[in-house]
C-alpha cells in the first residue's frame, strides 16, 4: 500500500470516473486502473463497484477511502513541519474564497500579505463552499475564507469581519426616491439571485423570506458581477454583499445606485477556516493580519 494507490482511490470516489480520476491525478487511465486493481488485491475487498454508466465506492470501500484521506491529509502536515524549521512563511500558503468572497478580496489582501510575508508564495483560489471544504480536508487548501456558520470536525474557524448587505437598482427605478429600503418593498420586484449552490443565494432568501413566493419574478445569474451587469441594464434588481457593491456607492452617475435596508440590516459573517493539525500558525496569523488592513473589514 502507498501513498500514491490511496490518491488515486480518493481521486476516484471524488470522479467517479477513471479518466477524470487519472487526469487529476496526471496519469494515464491504464496506470491508474492498475494500480486501484493492486490495491484490492493486496487488500482481498473490492473498494468499487464498476459499470459502464457508473463507478461507486462499495460500503467497505467508502470506509477505506474515508482514512485514505485522513492518510493523505497528515502526510500533507509531514512536509509541512519539515518545511516549518527553515521559514514558516516561506514556502507556499494555499487560501481558497467562496465566489463571493474572493473577487472583491483577493485584490486587496494579496498585496497586504506580500507587506507581512515577503516571501511567503501566494496560491489562490475561488470556489463553492461544498468543495473548498473537501480540498481544505484533502489538504490542497490551507486554509479557506467562507461565510459563517461552517462546521466540519477537526477544523477551526476564526471570525474575520461582518458585511451588510445592500440593494443595488437600475438608475431610473421607482425605489430610488427612498433613502433606505425595507425588505417587503422588494417583495413585487423582478430580483436577480444567484443560482444554486452559491450560499449567499440562501442568505439572501432567508433575510427576505418572501422572496420564496416570487418565485415567478426571480431572475438568477451565475455571478455578483454578472447580476450587476443585469441591474444596470434594467432588468431587475439585486441584493448585494457591501463588497461586492461598494464601487457603486457614493456615485450619482454609475450604472446603478445602491440604497441600505432600513433598520436591521441582513448580513454575513465572514470567517477563515483551516485544519486543527496545520503546522504553520504563523501564515494563519499573517493571512488574517493582512485581512485586517483590507477595506473589506466592515465590523
Same mark, same amino acid.
Given at each position: 500500500?502507498?501513498?500514491?494507490?490511496?490518491?488515486?482511490?480518493?481521486?476516484?470516489?471524488?470522479?467517479?470516473? @477513471?479518466?477524470?480520476? %487519472?487526469?487529476?491525478?496526471?496519469?494515464?487511465?491504464?496506470?491508474?486502473?492498475?494500480?486501484?486493481?493492486?490495491?484490492?488485491?493486496?487488500?482481498?475487498?473490492?473498494? @468499487?463497484?464498476?459499470?459502464?454508466?457508473?463507478?461507486? %465506492?462499495?460500503?467497505?470501500?467508502?470506509?477505506?477511502?474515508?482514512?485514505?484521506?485522513?492518510?493523505?491529509?497528515?502526510?500533507?502536515?509531514?512536509?509541512?513541519?519539515?518545511?516549518?524549521?527553515?521559514?514558516?512563511?516561506?514556502?507556499?500558503?494555499?487560501?481558497?474564497?467562496?465566489?463571493?468572497?474572493?473577487?472583491?478580496?483577493?485584490?486587496?489582501?494579496?498585496?497586504?500579505?506580500?507587506?507581512?510575508?515577503?516571501?511567503?508564495?501566494? @496560491?489562490?483560489?475561488?470556489?463553492?463552499?461544498?468543495?473548498?471544504?473537501?480540498?481544505?480536508?484533502?489538504?490542497?487548501?490551507?486554509?479557506?475564507?467562507?461565510?459563517?456558520?461552517?462546521?466540519?470536525?477537526?477544523?477551526?474557524?476564526?471570525?474575520?469581519?461582518?458585511?451588510?448587505?445592500?440593494?443595488?437598482?437600475?438608475?431610473?427605478?421607482?425605489?430610488?426616491?427612498? $433613502?433606505?429600503?425595507?425588505?417587503?418593498?422588494?417583495?413585487?420586484?423582478?430580483?436577480?439571485?444567484?443560482?444554486?449552490?452559491?450560499? @449567499?443565494?440562501?442568505?439572501?432568501?432567508?433575510?427576505?423570506?418572501?422572496?420564496?413566493?416570487?418565485?415567478?419574478?426571480?431572475?438568477?445569474?451565475?455571478?455578483?458581477?454578472?447580476?450587476?451587469?443585469?441591474?444596470?441594464?434594467?432588468?431587475?434588481?439585486?441584493?448585494?454583499?457591501?463588497? %461586492?457593491?461598494?464601487?457603486?456607492?457614493?456615485?450619482?452617475?454609475?450604472?446603478?445606485?445602491?440604497?441600505?435596508?432600513?433598520?436591521?440590516?441582513?448580513?454575513?459573517?465572514?470567517?477563515?477556516?483551516?485544519?486543527?493539525?496545520?503546522?504553520?500558525?504563523?501564515?494563519?496569523?499573517?493571512?488574517? $493580519?493582512?485581512?485586517?488592513?483590507?477595506?473589506?473589514?466592515?465590523?
Amino acid at each position: 500500500m502507498t501513498l500514491t494507490e490511496l490518491r488515486y482511490i480518493v481521486a476516484l470516489h471524488q470522479t467517479q470516473h @477513471f479518466g477524470k480520476a %487519472a487526469e487529476k491525478c496526471f496519469v494515464s487511465q491504464p496506470t491508474l486502473s492498475v494500480a486501484i486493481k493492486k490495491l484490492e488485491e493486496s487488500l482481498d475487498v473490492v473498494l @468499487f463497484e464498476r459499470s459502464r454508466q457508473q463507478v461507486r %465506492a462499495t460500503s467497505i470501500g467508502e470506509k477505506i477511502i474515508q482514512q485514505a484521506q485522513l492518510v493523505l491529509e497528515q502526510a500533507s502536515v509531514i512536509a509541512d513541519i519539515a518545511s516549518i524549521g527553515k521559514d514558516p512563511l516561506g514556502s507556499t500558503f494555499s487560501v481558497g474564497a467562496i465566489f463571493t468572497i474572493g473577487p472583491y478580496l483577493f485584490p486587496q489582501l494579496v498585496p497586504q500579505l506580500r507587506k507581512i510575508a515577503t516571501h511567503m508564495p501566494l @496560491f489562490i483560489e475561488e470556489n463553492y463552499t461544498a468543495v473548498l471544504r473537501e480540498k481544505l480536508r484533502n489538504g490542497e487548501l490551507d486554509a479557506i475564507i467562507v461565510a459563517l456558520p461552517f462546521d466540519e470536525p477537526d477544523v477551526v474557524t476564526k471570525p474575520l469581519y461582518q458585511e451588510d448587505f445592500v440593494i443595488a437598482l437600475p438608475q431610473q427605478h421607482a425605489l430610488n426616491r427612498y $433613502d433606505s429600503l425595507s425588505s417587503k418593498q422588494l417583495n413585487e420586484e423582478s430580483v436577480l439571485l444567484l443560482g444554486a449552490g452559491h450560499c @449567499f443565494r440562501e442568505q439572501v432568501l432567508a433575510a427576505c423570506p418572501n422572496l420564496n413566493k416570487q418565485h415567478s419574478g426571480v431572475i438568477e445569474g451565475s455571478s455578483l458581477e454578472t447580476l450587476k451587469y443585469m441591474v444596470a441594464s434594467g432588468l431587475g434588481i439585486s441584493i448585494l454583499p457591501a463588497s %461586492a457593491a461598494q464601487l457603486a456607492e457614493g456615485h450619482d452617475d454609475g450604472p446603478y445606485t445602491v440604497k441600505p435596508f432600513t433598520q436591521n440590516s441582513p448580513n454575513r459573517k465572514v470567517a477563515v477556516a483551516w485544519r486543527a493539525s496545520f503546522p504553520r500558525p504563523q501564515a494563519i496569523e499573517a493571512l488574517c $493580519d493582512a485581512i485586517k488592513h483590507c477595506h473589506l473589514a466592515l465590523h
